[in-house]
């Protein structure tokens, strides 16, 4: 069944909820929406484009999660509360089975944070996915990536590397991204790929504690790049500490998986840095709303990321 | 000279400008706004692909226009004032010069109204633009389409169809999208198509008076049909009355012309309802504004769009 554009914008619309501060949703030239006093507004914006953002034999409805998860993870590195956002959609062919697959995954992430869709269009064209995603941040709380002092530690949540350990495998056709695995340690990175967290309540739960913080989309150190050079500072991380998943090893060996950790982008957890002080009362701050959190560093003055204890690629050492 | 995509944002961020109320602009995980108090936030998002909204070989300053124009118009259409965007930009090269001959086109527009680009993303693949744009417009005062009533007058701004008559031109082979030329009826139809204005101070001036409202994108009967279908009215439109431009008529003849008017999209000038009782004092509102407002029809009890004196095509007749 091929829809023409109107039917598949209104599939796609009667799968959007309301929530109280929408004053008009989609449907007008425009929504109106009511944004919370003493707060302001993030807006963050990021595209998908299919074999080059995900193997274009994904499956739509991890397209769909996956494209709100990029943008909700950004949001939660500001330490916003998700509220609503736009979606372009260019598709080659307008399948109805696609479409509501596309928002099974979309909107299963969507109604899990109270994030609504606002807005957005549909075009012809080569599978393509832009949100921009609006969060709301209390006055003062953003968490930002210029905020790190020298000596600042360095945290991160989860483990590091999965994602671009299973893009490896997948390279390899070890890993098949169409369905599920009876094989744990496949599974386990095939689900850290296709269905990213985003650090929500995490983000929430840092502020006021963290001085900077960015979400691991580029890789570790590219990411820790963006605080170093955005703050002004120096930061060392010891490579003996950086949080690897035991499927992760298993299927990549030590090496391997340091080496996706410290350059694999597609994680979404949280880096970021904090006082000296708050060392102890980080874990109970992020207990219940978080995977563990690791010390994996030091902020100091200077500049640059500096790698301990890691004889990586030379490719590597611009980052030192 | 071909740039990473490091670059080309940073090329576009060195064009974007400050604003009071922007807290922080591009470079962080998300940009953080300040929402005006007492205002509605109006968001808006459209999308322009290569070969299916423009010419392929429109050149880059035009397309830089026309994607934040096409925005901007709904906003318009919102009565809201423009504040701020992103753009997610689809590139299949990164040409310095394309780059920049874009944005002389978008941020000439974009610095007109103060409008600031705030973020985006860029990636690589078939030349396609998506623009998400918010106003913004005190409690109460939008301009939707769903409050037309039986008794209202119709108006449009400016003249209809010179867009649609561009491109009929072009696909005939008699006018070049890519250059001017010393025939003023055709250079006009071409600026109508390359470079729409929004009526953003009209929307403004609409504020309070007007009882529906909507841009012209898709076709003056079809966007209409919208606010008929919204307001839950019937819309007549006096064929007689739609404004034609000159060079409109000279290129196409008076059918030609009549039959892009009513069909024809990518106008973007404001089509309105408002009540009789403004019918003296919408004159004065809009001078100096806007062009010129034509009086094309009125608002019934009923349904659809009914047009008379018009004996078009039978394709048409879906709409009375």
């Known amino acids: 069944m091929s829809l023409a554009e109107f039917a598949l914008i209104e599939r796609i619309r009667a799968r959007s909820k309301g929530r109280d501060d929408i004053v008009l949703g989609i449907g007008d030239d425009a929504a109106l929406l009511q944004p919370l006093a003493g707060h302001w507004l993030a807006v963050t914006a990021d595209t998908l484009n299919s074999g080059v953002h995900f193997p274009a034999e994904t499956r739509p409805a991890d397209i769909g999660w996956k494209t709100l998860a990029v943008n909700l993870s950004d949001l939660a590195a500001m330490g916003a509360t998700p509220a609503w956002g736009t979606l372009a ?32 269009d549909t075009t012809r064209g080569p599978l393509s996915l832009s949100v921009t995603a609006f969060g709301q941040v209390p006055h003062g709380q953003a968490l930002r990536r210029d905020g790190a002092q020298a000596g600042d530690d360095v945290w991160v949540s989860g483990t590091l590397g999965d994602a671009a350990g299973a893009l490896q495998l997948w390279k390899r056709g070890e890993l098949d991204v169409t369905r599920i695995t009876p094989d744990p340690t496949i599974e386990f990175l095939r689900q850290r790929l296709l269905r990213p967290t985003p650090r929500i309540a995490l983000g929430l739960a840092l502020r006021g504690s963290a001085s900077a913080a960015v979400d691991v989309s580029d890789g570790l150190l590219a990411d820790l790049g963006h605080i170093a050079e955005s703050s002004d500072v120096a930061v060392r991380v010891d490579v003996t500490q950086i949080p690897l998943s035991v499927p992760l090893r298993r299927a990549l060996g030590d090496d391997g998986a340091l080496r996706c950790a410290l350059h694999g982008g597609d994680d979404y957890e949280l880096c970021f840095t904090a006082p000296r002080s708050l060392r102890t009362t980080l874990g109970s701050l992020s207990r219940g709303v978080s995977p563990p959190l690791t010390l994996i560093g030091a902020v100091s003055t200077g500049t640059g990321v500096h790698c301990e204890g890691y004889s990586g690629p030379r490719g590597y050492e611009h980052f030192s």
Chains 1, 2 share one sequence.
Not at 95 to 102: K, V
Request: aromatic content about 16%; cysteine-free.
């Open 89 to 120: 959609l260019s598709l080659p062919s307008a399948e109805a089975e696609w479409i509501d697959a596309f928002a099974d995954g979309f909107f299963a992430l969507a109604d899990a944070h109270d994030w609504r869709l606002i807005g957005g």
